[in-house]
């Protein structure tokens, strides 16, 4: 019967002493230590990432450009919201307005609020009474009725757009191309 070789009889089968266990057991520290880190840093990454994505609204509008929107007859005292346009026209008796629904910080939608009870509001040195104001979901950006931005990352206040009437067929236009000031008042 053949008889097995022990290390001390063997040259192939080495002895593995204390000094090579250290190394192994460091060697196995340091890929530890390494694949630790690399986890924090893919980690830290992933957040960098998702803070940068949450400043990008999810949807990405083209500026609206000139379009009508219906018969001044169409349209009731107060506001209508065109969803399609996201602009929202205001009606006092035969005066009209437009206000762009696209927040001046990103571009979501803001939402308009309407309030239980109407507020004084002091923008500038002027005073008004509003009954409404907007919200932007996306970062928390508020604006008063009137569009003024006073809360938030939105850096201006909401646009009024220009409208006019289209002399074929009397329809209200929007106007995107042509930001106006907010004192603008079509008469019909
Ligand atoms: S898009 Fe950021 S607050 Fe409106």
Redesign the pocket.
């Known amino acids: 019967m053949k008889k097995e070789k022990t290390s001390h009889e063997n040259p192939e089968m080495k002895t593995v002493g204390p000094a090579q266990n250290a190394e192994a057991a460091q060697a196995r520290r340091s890929f530890l230590g390494r694949l630790g880190l690399g986890a924090t840093l893919a980690a830290m990454a992933g957040q960098a990432f998702a803070f940068v994505r949450s400043l990008i609204?999810n949807v990405r509008y083209e500026a609206a450009q000139r379009y009508k929107v219906g018969l001044p007859s169409q349209f009731g005292e107060g506001s209508k919201y065109l969803d399609d346009k996201r602009v929202f026209v205001f009606r006092e008796r035969n005066t009209f307005y437009a206000i762009s629904a696209s927040?001046t910080?990103?571009?979501?939608t803001v939402k308009m609020l309407r309030l239980n009870q109407p507020r004084k509001v002091k923008v500038g040195s002027r005073e008004f009474e509003e009954h409404h104001e907007f919200h932007?979901p996306?970062?928390?950006?508020k604006y008063y009725g009137d569009g003024t931005n006073y809360s938030?990352?939105?850096p201006k206040p909401l646009e009024y757009l220009k409208l006019e009437l289209a002399p074929e067929d009397g329809q209200l236009i929007v106007d995107a191309t042509t930001p106006v000031e907010k004192e603008f008042r079509l008469t019909v």
Not at 105 to 108: A, K, M, S, T, V
Not at 138 to 141: F, I, L, V, Y
């Open positions: 609204p927040c910080h990103l571009g979501c932007c996306c970062h928390g950006s938030g990352p939105a």
